[in-house]
């Protein structure tokens, strides 16, 4: 019997369902144009996962893929639309999109890609140029 929190998820219809397992690698929100579109919002909220800690419960064959680039695989319910989550590779992390799991305490530590911001929030938390730099960004912080 394992300790680790775990949280349950699902896409609009329900008939994807996921569970993470423990503590994300990070939670906050991203600004990027390439969020902004998928999401169809002013900025997506993310939580970051170790791979093997998402795990697909039911509906694997329901869900589609799209990759824009090499960097995110966007998952979404082939029945609903529903977005889910995304793999991304090269981070060695999944995304999974912090309304799907709304059961998971949802603490954001950051704000990534600012300098692309459409809605500017004033809640004191780092706001990064870009990326870190552990991700390939300059790590830069702007002003809110």
């Known amino acids: ?12 219809c329900g008939a994807v369902q996921i569970t993470v397992t423990g503590e994300p690698a990070a939670m906050g929100y991203c ?3 390439s969020c902004r579109h998928w999401s169809a919002g002013p ?3 993310f939580t970051l996962w170790k791979p093997e800690a998402v795990q697909v419960t039911q509906g694997a ?20 639309g529903g977005h889910v989550f ?17 059961s998971l305490p949802y603490k954001p530590g950051v704000h990534v890609n600012y300098q692309e911001a459409v809605l500017h929030i004033h809640d004191g938390l780092p ?8 991700f390939g960004g300059s790590g830069e912080i702007v002003p809110e």
């Open 43 to 45: 900025v997506n909220a």
């Open 1 to 12: 019997m394992s300790n680790e929190d775990k949280y349950k998820g699902s896409c609009f």
């Open 61 to 80: 064959d329901n869900i589609g893929t799209y990759n824009k680039t090499p960097q995110s695989y966007r998952k979404w319910c082939k029945t609903c």
């Open 127 to 134: 706001k990064l140029k870009d990326f870190p730099a552990e």
């Open 86 to 102: 995304a793999e991304h590779p090269t981070l060695g992390l999944t995304d999974v999109y912090a309304a799907v799991i709304p």
């Open 31 to 33: 600004h990027c144009e």
